[in-house]
């Protein structure tokens, strides 16, 4: 897991409320990423960070934010949570560009359900 | 932007038996190539990468995968599989010089059976 932490894994909320997921990692890696894995899609980026304050959007960014004030910490925020935010969401982290390039380290996923 | 198909969704294969896991992908820039591997209720670990240089890969659990330009294919193999390897397996790419983000294709279900 190198280091990747994601809280909490499981969460069950109700459509229109904000969750917020957190992902903490060791590794001072400077790339971190929030992905969303669903049946028949495999991992969708929804956003990623390439450094402190610095964000930029994925794939299917709609209906999410993020959020990184430190090098440890990025968090996934889902304002007003719909049926459809229904996946397990993964954050990877990862040196990014460079010498050492393209492998992310991955946590063990967070599981959210909204009803 | 890139893009990444994985042609088959299952493979079925009985053990020790050799696999082949198909993966094309599509992209305007040269690319970097992944396969990752997702064993049940897990995060994902890398299995090989394709970077540069020799475009045969050896990665771990005796896994290989075979970068063909020409074809725009990352197909991954192994000559003979066990129970253990039963997992879902990911091919993505990152473009060089873009960031590391790794697009996903949909994943291959593999399934070894005794």
């Known amino acids: 897991d190198a280091g990747i932490t994601q809280s909490p894994r499981h969460k069950v909320t109700e459509t229109g409320t904000p969750v917020t997921l957190r992902c903490h990692q060791t590794?001072?890696?400077?790339?971190m990423y929030w992905y969303r894995q669903d049946p028949g899609h495999g991992l969708r980026l929804i956003h990623y960070?390439?450094?402190?304050?610095?964000?930029d959007k994925g794939e299917v960014s709609d209906g999410y934010s993020v959020s990184r004030s430190k090098t440890e910490d990025f968090l996934l925020t889902l304002e007003s949570a719909t049926s459809s935010q229904t996946s397990v969401y993964f954050c990877?982290?990862?040196?990014?560009?460079?010498?050492?390039?393209?492998?992310?380290?991955f946590g063990e996923g967070s599981r959210l359900t909204v009803l | 932007a890139q893009s990444v198909t994985q042609l088959d969704s299952q493979v079925p294969v009985f053990e020790e038996a050799p696999v082949e896991l198909r993966c094309n992908y599509s992209?305007?820039?040269?690319?970097?190539l992944f396969w990752y591997v997702q064993y049940p209720n897990q995060g994902l670990q890398l299995l090989l990468k394709?970077?540069?240089?020799?475009?045969l890969v050896k990665g771990i659990n005796g896994f290989e995968a075979e970068f063909n330009k020409s074809q725009t294919s990352f197909h991954l193999r192994k000559p003979s599989v066990h129970i253990s390897d039963t997992a879902e397996y990911f091919c993505?790419?990152?473009?060089?010089?873009?960031?590391?983000?790794?697009?996903f294709g949909q994943g291959t279900e593999l399934s070894v059976k005794p």
């Open positions: 993505a790419v990152s473009a060089r010089n873009q960031g590391g983000k790794l697009i």
């Open positions: 960070s390439y450094g402190v304050k610095d964000t």
């Open positions: 590794e001072n890696h400077r790339y």
């Open positions: 990877a982290a990862g040196q990014g560009r460079g010498m050492d390039t393209g492998e992310l380290f």
């Open positions: 394709y970077l540069s240089g020799s475009t």
């Open positions: 992209s305007s820039v040269s690319v970097y």
